[in-house]
């Protein structure tokens, strides 16, 4: 079935660093992928997706780019901020209405 | 974009009695909702998917007599937790699936709920 693994947490960056999330899936044929975040006590906002081999989703300075070469979905950006504190979560679909797969979840907390 | 509205965004209950949480599509029609339980240390489990005006679709291993889903319009679904224990405390979100060209799934605020 499909599944999805991302780079476990937590993880603590200082401001302005690099940040990368590491995502890989296991699909049938082509799934669009998704970056979700979640910050504290709300729900998940989308933020950024691709739904074909070689896109790439950007939104507020974090890029992704589906590579269906290596099966994967990397989230990054380069320069982070404190307010980029937050759960991230990568997620396929096989499309149409069908469920969002999730993987597990990776904490980032950004200091000052 | 998209906005999917969800109610309470807390509640407490008794052990014993039943709660039931609203998710609404306030701009769109939403024909597939889903609904998840998130456990600590982050993991969302699908708990089912919801189409409008069929019967809800559960996951293994998730108790269809506990967790009432009923998807009567296409703004609306709605969760029940019937009778309530403190192992049910949860957080509990929906999602609707958005359609179109911008296809995507919107996910409401979520809801804690404690049993106590």
């Known amino acids: 079935g499909n599944s999805v693994t991302q780079m476990e947490g937590p993880v603590t960056l200082s401001e302005e660093a690099f940040l990368t999330i590491n995502c890989t899936y296991t699909?049938?044929?082509?799934?669009?992928l998704f970056w979700y975040v979640q910050y504290p006590g709300e729900g998940l906002q989308l933020l950024l997706k691709a739904t074909k081999a070689d896109d790439k989703g950007s939104n507020k300075g974090f890029e992704a780019t589906y590579r269906k070469e290596t099966t994967s979905f990397h989230l990054e950006k380069g320069s982070v901020q404190v307010s980029d504190s937050a759960v991230y979560f990568c997620?396929?679909?096989?499309?149409?209405?069908?469920?969002?797969?999730f993987g597990k979840g990776t904490k980032l907390t950004v200091n000052p | 974009g998209a906005v999917v509205s969800q109610h309470p965004s807390r509640v407490i209950c008794k052990s014993g009695t039943s709660v039931k949480i609203e998710c609404r599509s306030l701009?769109?029609?939403?024909?597939?909702m889903f609904w998840y339980r998130q456990f600590p240390k982050q993991s969302l489990m699908l708990m089912a998917t919801?189409?409008?005006?069929?019967?809800?679709?559960?996951e293994q291993g998730v108790e269809k007599d506990k967790f009432l889903i009923n998807h009567a319009s296409l703004t609306l679904s709605t969760l029940t937790v019937t009778s309530a224990h403190p192992e049910d405390s949860s957080f509990y979100i929906c999602s609707a699936w958005t359609g179109g060209a911008d296809y995507g799934y919107t996910f409401g605020s979520g809801t804690r709920l404690t049993v106590v």
């Open positions: 699909a049938t044929g082509y799934p669009s």
């Open positions: 919801s189409n409008e005006g069929s019967k809800a679709t559960y």
């Open positions: 997620a396929l679909s096989q499309g149409g209405s069908e469920k969002l797969v």
């Open positions: 701009d769109f029609q939403a024909t597939t």
